[in-house]
């Protein structure tokens, strides 16, 4: 039975060190950087929250005391919770290190450094329509090798990965926008304690139980290089939000 909104954990990756950000984000994680005076962590946590979720569990390593002492010291009505790494543990390891504290069946995997306006009813709807494993939200994009790349069969089924560090250029760029719902089997497929990615290690090889794509036609904005950051503030500036 498809629980409310408000009993599914959202679960944030936050840990990311942001390399490639550094020259014009370098005191704080990459997921605080400010989008007219207001972190990009907080527009996607206010954006969910808007459909109803109230339990968010932030991923934290690089820098995580800056996102502690925000948290705190900003309330809200929400449950912000903190997953916190000391070494980086790549997306999966994130994941099996928040078990503990990711409490619902299915929960919602989310990056912290891009925004994708998806209807998170209609992918939950998607998610327990098909009875998957995983469901990832995939969005359409020019040139879309630059990002992780997936093809779908026509019942919307994930068949293959095309990772952004090998890209092929499909005739339909699907990209992995890296919002994800799962059932909490994933973490028996995760190992303790290592670094290690949920796109590139672990999706390709649960395919057979059932991971399907959720395609939505929006905008995909990813804040990872200073330009793309740019443009996000562009946005923000000229629409009024993201």
């Known amino acids: 039975m498809r629980p409310p909104l408000k009993d599914i954990d959202l679960f944030i990756l936050c840990g990311g060190k942001g390399e490639r950000l550094k020259s014009v984000v370098a005191d704080r994680p990459k997921p605080m950087a400010e989008i007219e005076g207001e ?9 969910a929250a808007g459909f109803g979720f109230r339990r968010f569990i932030l991923g934290i390593g690089h820098k995580k005391d800056f996102i502690k002492n925000y948290y705190r010291e900003n309330k809200t009505n929400l449950d912000i919770l903190f997953s916190e790494e000391d070494e980086p543990l790549g997306t999966a390891g994130a994941v099996k290190n928040a078990e503990s504290i990711i409490k619902s069946e299915p929960f919602i995997v989310m990056n912290g450094d891009s925004f994708c306006k998806i209807d998170f009813n209609r992918f939950i709807d998607f998610y327990f329509e098909r009875e998957a494993s995983v469901c990832i939200a995939a969005s359409s994009m020019e040139g879309g090798g630059e990002f992780g790349e997936m093809v779908l069969d026509h019942e919307e089924r994930i068949v293959s990965f095309n990772e952004k ?26 190992p303790e304690e290592k670094n290690i ?4 290690e672990i999706f390709p090889n649960i395919l ?31 629409k009024g939000n993201l």
């Open 39 to 47: 972190p990009f962590l907080n527009i996607l946590i206010d954006y």
């Open 208 to 238: 057979q139980r059932g991971v399907y794509g959720f395609c939505i036609s929006k905008e995909f904005i990813d804040i990872g290089t200073p330009e793309r950051l740019k443009k996000a503030r562009d946005i923000k500036n000229t």
């Open 165 to 190: 560090e090998e890209p092929k250029r499909l005739p339909r760029h699907l990209i992995n926008t890296g919002i994800y719902i799962m059932d909490r089997a994933i973490f028996g497929d995760i």
């Open 197 to 200: 990615s949920m796109e590139k």
